[in-house]
């Protein structure tokens, strides 16, 4: 069993916010792949579906960007699931609109929902899918994440979430480095 975490915001005031670019991926999986069973527990919206003859969770946590990892960790542990089968898709500032970087393990970057998420799987081994949002200028942080995508930037972030559902795909079928070395 493999697990693909979207990190993002619940609730209409967030929907298509920058910082909802990991819902976006997940309901693009969702879209591709139909959906057997859709649940609430732990937190988190999750659907059960099959890539490739795997079963894989999509997970959205409903607990605020923040807090991912109340969502997470007790998802993990239930399943008993290991770190090498879980990914995590989010939004990246520090890449520009677009940019995909799949990466093995790492460190948190300074995002927030990553950060709770290694916090309660105490541990950064497990692998990611960052999407560049930009970085904005003359603006505050918080406004940027939780704003909108300009048009020209939706059709960007369109077509990199699509990406990003094809990286796991891959990463589901093949493993990590090869979505590494496809999507990087």
Known sequence: ?????????????????????????????????????????????????????????LVKPLTYMNLSGKAVGPLVNWFKVDLLDIIVAYDDMDLATGVLRIREKGGTGGHKGLASISEWLVSRDFARVRIGIGHPENIDVVGWVLGQFDPI??????????????ALETWVKDGIVKAMNEYN
């Open 1 to 57: 069993m493999k697990i693909i975490v979207g990190l993002g915001n619940p609730g209409r005031k967030y929907k298509g916010s920058r910082h909802n670019t990991g819902f976006r991926v997940v309901e693009e999986i969702a879209r591709r792949f139909p959906v057997e069973k859709e649940e609430s527990k732990f937190d988190a919206i999750i659907g059960h579906t099959r890539i490739n003859g795997e079963k894989v969770l």
């Open 153 to 166: 930037e939706e059709k960007i972030i369109d077509e990199a979430v699509a990406k990003a559902a094809d």
